[in-house]
C-alpha cells in the first residue's frame, strides 16, 4: 500500500534504473460500488475515486512519470496550461523535487480551490484572458523557446502514467469491466485509459476490453460537432475545451472499443453531479459528474445494461469548486444559540417525527 505508481507499475513504465522513485502517494484509489445509482441502469455501477489522489485529481498518476523523467533528464522547471487540475498536480510534484513550476490557467474560469492549491504549492500562476486553448499554445510556445519541460498530456509520460488507472480497475474487478465512462476535455485521459485497458488485454490478464463511453459538456464539444469550438462554455471548467490534443485518439478509443464520444448539458451534468453527493456520498467535481451524467443519459436512451459491469471515472474531488457546491445546494439556517428552537427546526412541531430522510 502507498507505495506510488512508479514503484508499484514499474514493469509497465519507461523508466530505467536513474528514473527517481519520486511519490507523493498517488495511485491506489478505491473503486466503490454504486448503491442507487445502479438501480436506474440495471447493471453493476462502480466509481472509481480518482478525487483520492494526493491533489485530488487522475493528474497526479501522470505528472509522477513526467517529473520523474523531467528529474532524470535534469530538467529545471516544469511549465503547462492547465484548467486547474493540471497545475496543481505540476505545482505539488515540483515543490517537493525541487523545481519552478510556471502554470498558465483561463483568467477566471478556474475553479477556487485549484488556483488555491497551484498558488500555496508556490508555482508560479500566469492567468491569461480567453480559454484554456489559447494558453496550451503559449506553453507550447514558451517550451520550445526555453529548457522548460511541458507536462501536459503531450507530454507522452503524462499518458503512460494515467493508464495504470486501467490497471487498477482490472486487479479490483478480476477482469475488465464492460463499459467505462470518462468525461473528456484535452482527451487525454481516455486515450490513456484505453491503452491501459489493450495493454492488460494482450498481456491476458483480462478477458475483454471495455467499450470506451467519452463525454463531453454541450457547449463545449468540438469532438462531438467535429469541429473546434471557439468559445467554450460550460460549468464543468475542467472540461471547458475547445481543441483538444488528444483529438484523434478520443475518436480511435471510442471506434475500436465499440463505444464513442457524446455530449451531456450542464442540467445533465449538476443533475448527476447533485445525485452522486446526495444519494451516493460521492463528491465529485462538475467534471467528473459529467461520466455519470453519460450514463444516465445512455440508459434512459435505451442502452439496455442488464447484467453488465459498468465504472464511471470520477476523475476530481468536489472540494476543488466549493462555488459551484454551494450554487446547487441550499443555504445553511441561521439561528440563536437556543436549544429548543433549534429542536422545533429539526423535528417540526412536538409530537410530529422526521426522522428519516425524505
Ligand atoms: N476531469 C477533470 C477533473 C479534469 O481536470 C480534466 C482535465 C478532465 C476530466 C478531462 O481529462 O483532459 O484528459 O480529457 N483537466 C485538464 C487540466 C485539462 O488542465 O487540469 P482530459
Redesign the pocket.
Known sequence: MGQGVLTHYAEFLPLTPATPRITLGEGETPLVRSRHIERETGGEVYFKL??CNPTG???DRGMVVAVAKALEEDSKALI??????????AAAFGACCGLKVIVL?PQGSIALG?LAQALIYGAQVIAIEGS?DRDMEIARGLADRHPFTLV??LNPYRLEG?KTAAFEVIEALGDAPDYLF???????????YWRGFQEFHSREKSSQTPRMM?FQAEGSAPIVRGEPVADPRTV?S??R?GN???WQN?VTAGKESGGGVEAVSDDEILEAYRLLANAEGVF??P??A?SVAGLLKSTRQGLSLEGKRIVC?I??NGL?DPDTAMSQAPEPTVFPPDLEQIEKAIIGAPGSSSWTRP
Open positions: 480518482e478525487g485529481s487522475f493528474k503547462c496550461a492547465s484548467t486547474g487540475n493540471t497545475s496543481a498536480s490557467v485549484k484554456f501536459n498530456s494515467q470518462i468525461p473528456v476535455g484535452n482527451a487525454g485521459n481516455i486515450t490513456a467519452g464543468a475542467a472540461i475545451i483538444p490534443a488528444h478520443a465529485g467535481e467534471a467528473s459529467a471515472v476523475t476530481g476543488k
